[in-house]
């Protein structure tokens, strides 16, 4: 299989030469984007860099993680690989690491592979504690939007996918910046691609970082929402209508009007100082419990209803 990795270039001027000279030589193309990079790190590459496996692309201004490795993956399929790895140039992501990661999609069991550093327990303690504490917020959360609730570590840059995959979704709509990985495992749900955790040592160097926590803290949760309607309205009505469904719909009427029909009541019992009757509280009380257990069946029918068919055996021929 053809492959090609895709590196986005922002201030790691001082890591990336050691990144591009490990990077094994069953690669058959090297795509670095300059991201506007002050340092000029693509400039820096091509001059100090004879690989003719190298492709060096520039971007006028700025765009993230996320615009960066928009414009590899356009070149990638324009190249007409088989797999796009994306790897930072920053030194994090050891390069010794990419067979393991790509060899479930060549072996036809996967579509998108991604490194989680949560395997390794004696690891964890290279991670910083706030970094920790954040994916393992995130993993969750991202189980539920997604609906991969097999993986862990859904930041994790260092990722693979098959051609067939890539070319079934719009990567112009994929998040420019910080979000992209999140996003780019919700488009990979919408097409019910095959996602494979690959466990991987973390590590951490003197690279810097351009993440701002308080701006993720109010950007992500609403791109979180919508995705999550989006996931439910695609997986659960549009392309498919299932006891899944059933239970959802049913599970969710039936809680709401327990909650609101008991706060109501109860309203008016603390306005007239009149008890509630035993009745009328079992009115409120057998919906909520009824819809709370429909909803956790359709929890446990979702966690069970993971992709097991590759696309890249569906399709063998999308990416072309």
Known sequence: MKIAVVIPAYKVKDQILTVL????????????????????????????????????????????????????????????????????????MDTKFLPTLIEPIIQGRSDFTKGNRFFFLSELKEMPFLRLAGNSILSFVNKIVNGYWNIMDPTNGFIAVHTSSLSLISIEKLSDRYFFESDLLFRMGTIRAVVTDIPMAPKYENETSSLNIAKVLFEFPPKYAVRFFKRLFYQYFLRDFNIGSLELILGFLLFSFGVVFGAVKWFHALATNIPTPTGTVMLSVLPIILGFQLLLSFVTFDMASLPKSPIQLAFPNSRN
């Open 21 to 92: 000279n490990e990077i094994d030589e069953m690669v058959s193309y090297i795509i670095v984007v300059d991201d506007n990079c002050p340092q000029k790190t693509g400039e820096w590459v091509e001059k100090n860099v004879l690989d003719n496996r190298l492709i060096v692309l520039y971007h006028d201004k700025n765009k993230g993680v996320g615009g960066a490795v928009k414009t590899g993956f356009k070149k990638a399929l324009e190249l007409s690989v088989d797999i796009v790895v994306k790897i930072d140039g920053d030194g994090q």
